[in-house]
């Protein structure tokens, strides 16, 4: 399978100062993987900006506006880590058209990794937090249910419960949400039991893991969970928010992935969007705060993409096995589990 990565230098221009989400989070990956093997097999996407139009596909009027006004007066703090500054509009705007971009990509066979910034999991229709300021991918999901599609699925594999995303479909049976990640941890939702509502009764599945757990925990939830669930729902479409803070060396988070856990989601990945949606996949830039440690999990995404393959990993712990048996327990009245 053909990819690439969409970026541009201008993503450093979103300032947060001395922040884990930091100007220069995206250059460093792509500085990494111009020195890999890989960068001559990769093709290189410039993203388009996105129009206010497509960020009120999720988020409302007074939001859009709140974002827009604090960039225009120099800059603020909208809580204690998220930051606005005189460019990061602008730069946010393009961080959702590089999410967007993504499904130019796929008539061309590719399936692309986004690297955008600021990320996004964490904004809810009204409100920017946890480093977010615009809702990337579920901008990306809205706008493809908008032309047409009638099953998205987003994977979230971030650390953190991507809330926001959750918040956005949590009614909607048109896209299924899908996230493991540590528990308990910021933002403090993303339990077994958050399910959906009314008619979206089901399409949320939430496996929050144990502090600790690893390549193999993973991979088993894959196996338990993520890959029927996904297989069952049939998407047109299968996006992922691709947050690489669940590495073992990252400052923010408590697992413990190593290069070969993100391959193995990722090749497993590609297989399922091959299956069942004509390879049309996508990852967005989502956390990630150890820059080497990213870097390099980027390119473990990237690789096994390209080589179609699949890296073995070990078993998993008693920890992660009981979180899964108790996600999969919630969900088992929805799917076949």
Not at 15 to 42: F, K, Y
Not at 79 to 84: C, F, I, L, R
Request: glycine share 12%.
């Amino acid at each position: 399978m053909d990819t690439g990565i969409i970026w541009d230098e201008a993503y450093s221009e979103h300032a947060t100062g001395v922040h884990p989400e930091a100007a220069d989070r995206i250059a460093t990956i792509v500085c990494h993987l111009q020195g890999s093997d890989l960068w001559s097999h990769l093709k290189s996407v410039k993203p388009t900006t996105a129009t206010e139009d497509d960020v009120l596909l999720i988020h409302t009027p007074a939001h859009l506006q709140r974002i827009r006004r604090a960039a225009e007066s120099g800059g603020e703090w909208l809580d204690g880590d998220t930051h606005v500054s005189d460019r990061s509009y602008e730069i946010a705007l393009l961080a959702i058209g590089g999410a967007l971009d993504i499904i130019g990509q796929w008539e061309q066979g590719v399936a692309p990794f986004a690297l955008v910034r600021p990320p996004g999991h964490h904004a809810t229709p009204d409100q920017a937090m946890g480093f977010c300021l615009f809702n990337n991918i579920a901008i990306t999901a809205a706008t493809l249910l908008e032309q047409g599609m009638e099953r998205v699925a987003i994977v979230d594999w971030d650390v953190h419960h991507g809330n926001g995303t959750q918040d956005a479909f949590y009614a909607d049976p048109r896209v299924l949400f899908v996230s493991m990640h540590e528990w308990p941890h910021y933002p403090g939702t993303g339990w077994i039991d958050e399910c959906g509502s009314g008619a979206g009764k089901g399409f949320t599945v939430n496996v929050p893991l144990p502090s600790k757990c690893g390549d193999g925990d993973y991979g088993h939830a894959f196996d338990e969970v993520v890959i029927p669930v996904v297989r069952q729902f049939a998407p047109e479409a299968l996006l992922v928010s691709a947050g690489q803070d669940v590495h073992a060396d990252d400052p923010l988070g408590g697992m413990a992935l190593t290069e070969a856990g993100f391959g193995h989601m990722a090749g497993r990945l590609a297989e399922l969007a091959r299956e069942v949606c004509d390879g049309r996949l996508g990852f967005v830039l989502e956390g990630g705060y150890d820059p080497r440690a990213s870097a390099r999990s980027v390119e473990a995404v990237l690789r096994a993409v390209i080589e179609e393959s699949v890296p073995a990993v070990g078993p998993a712990g008693i920890g992660g096995v009981d979180a899964v048996a108790r996600a999969a327990g919630a969900q088992k009245p929805f799917w076949t589990l």
